[in-house]
């Protein structure tokens, strides 16, 4: 199946530094990756969509200077925690969309944040 | 709007018995419904899915899916659980390719 790669896997910073993290298709090519914000024990709220070469479109409530996208590349999208806080610790996930009918998007392996 | 609505934010059975997670969706287009299932510290893993054709859907694992159009439904099934199906599993709807997410339901298998 389709693998799609985010890195780091875990990352602690402290308050006030920014954080990037990045999601790579690597056997296929997405013109739409998804990002995902999970609390604990809650389920996956969607951030935004990254569309390759445009802006992302930001869900309702979601800060976009504070979460930065950039999907500069078919396989490539990064999301960068601005001026992170403790409140922005949680688990992210990303997920790649082949574009394929009836094919299902991919998920990356998460990425837990905790700002201290 | 879609929306997923899975009941039961954990259920616990004994190993060897029969798995049961439900799903209720609503959808205002003929939806596709997902099931995913997640180990901790873990992304999503798709366990299957429906779009079109078969109401009943194979997945991985052992399991299974029945999409009732009547009913709004898309409950998970297994008919012998398995100590290492011990996850969270969450049911999603697609919405233009986003997938829209049940809270989620623990599944504990306990000897």
């Known amino acids: 199946g389709a693998v799609v790669s985010q890195h780091p896997s875990r990352v602690i910073c402290k308050s006030g530094t920014s954080v990037k993290i990045e999601c790579r298709s690597l056997?296929?090519?997405?013109?739409?990756m998804f990002w995902y914000r999970q609390f604990p024990k809650k389920s996956l709220m969607l951030m935004a969509t990254s569309n390759e070469g445009s802006k992302a479109t930001y869900e309702q409530g979601v800060e976009k200077d504070k979460f930065l996208i950039n999907h500069a590349s078919l396989t490539l999208s990064t999301l960068t925690v601005t001026s992170a806080h403790p409140e922005d610790s949680s688990f992210y996930i990303c997920?790649?969309?082949?574009?394929?009918?009836?094919?299902?998007?991919?998920f990356g392996q998460g990425t837990r944040l905790t700002v201290v | 709007a879609q929306s997923v609505t899975q009941l039961g934010s954990h259920v616990s059975v004994s190993e060897g018995a029969l798995v049961l997670l439900r799903c209720n969706y609503s959808s205002s287009v003929p939806p596709y419904l997902f099931w995913y299932v997640q180990y901790p510290n873990q992304g999503l893993q798709l366990l299957l899915k429906?779009?079109?054709?078969?109401?009943l859907v194979k997945g991985i694992n052992g399991f299974e899916a029945e999409f009732k159009k009547s009913e709004t439904s898309f409950h998970l099934t297994k008919p012998s659980a398995h100590m290492s199906d011990a996850a969270e599993y969450f049911c999603a709807v697609s919405d233009n390719n986003k997938l829209i997410f049940g809270a989620g339901t623990r599944l504990a298998v306990h000897p």
């Open positions: 997920s790649a969309d082949p574009g394929r009918r009836n094919t299902e998007a991919f």
């Open positions: 056997d296929f090519q997405a013109t739409t």
């Open positions: 429906y779009t079109t054709g078969a109401t």
